[in-house]
């Protein structure tokens, strides 16, 4: 297992790149290493079982799922009926 430690040091190094780099592409490169050591981090300390929560997953996974197949016709007055072209 990699220590916490070596995966902070390679974390300032990425950090010292990303300020130095000259276009956007490597910083933004460097900073997705950095957030990759981040996660390596965060699992190697929780339960393997547990799922990994993420600000855009979490967003993600509070939203009903809603399926066309599953609801209901719309009964409008200009509707033709149950045609699958009514939306």
Not at 19 to 30: C, I, L, M, N
Not at 59 to 82: F, M
């Amino acid at each position: 297992m990699i220590s916490t430690e070596r995966i902070i040091e390679e974390m300032q190094r990425q950090l010292n790149y990303a300020k130095t780099a000259d276009d956007e592409q490597a910083v933004r490169e460097a900073l997705t290493a950095i957030r990759a050591l981040c996660q390596v981090v965060l699992v190697s300390n929780e339960e393997k079982d547990e799922p990994i929560i993420t600000p855009r997953t979490m967003a993600i996974s509070h939203k009903p799922r809603i399926s066309s197949l599953e609801g209901r016709p719309l009964d409008e007055e200009d509707a033709n009926g149950g045609s699958i072209f009514d939306f």
